[in-house]
Nanobody, 125 residues
Framework: QVQLAESGGGLVQAGGSLRLSCAVSGRSISTSAMGWFRQAPGKEREFVAAITGLSDGTYYSATVKGRFTISKDNARNIVYLEMNSLMPEDTAVYFC??????????????????WGPGTQVTVSS
């Protein structure tokens, strides 16, 4: 059974940084793509970033590209999301997710079968 647990959220001022972590059990991230999504109040869940399993290829939404970095530690089975130059619009609950298959097949949330409970990120202006 795949289980995901996010941590690292909190309150930060605009322009600040946070690093989110996602501890994964039940699946090796060395061979599995992993993704980060976020959901703001009253909005749909949206893709943030993904990293592939074997080649460590990365994908980002246009709104975070250049500010956020996804990475992973295969030995510890942890996925990270480094967030810099945070803006109030980045305020959301951030979710770690694993796809139904082991491959990255696009940014749609329906491709992801396993989700963590989420961690709140609040950016004050």
């Amino acid at each position: 059974q795949v289980q995901l647990a996010e941590s690292g959220g909190g309150l930060v001022q605009a322009g600040g940084s946070l690093r989110l972590s996602c501890a994964v059990s039940g699946r090796s991230i060395s061979t599995s793509a992993m993704g980060w999504f976020r959901q703001a109040p009253g909005k749909e869940r949206e893709f943030v970033a993904a990293i592939t399993g074997l080649s460590d290829g990365t994908y980002y939404s246009a709104t975070v590209k250049g500010r956020f970095t996804i990475s992973k530690d295969n030995a510890r089975n942890i996925v990270y999301l480094e967030m810099n130059s945070l803006m109030p619009e980045d305020t959301a609950v951030y979710f770690c997710a694993a796809p139904s298959t082991y491959s990255y097949t696009g940014p749609s949330a329906v491709r992801y079968a396993y989700w963590g409970p989420g961690t709140q990120v609040t950016v004050s202006s």
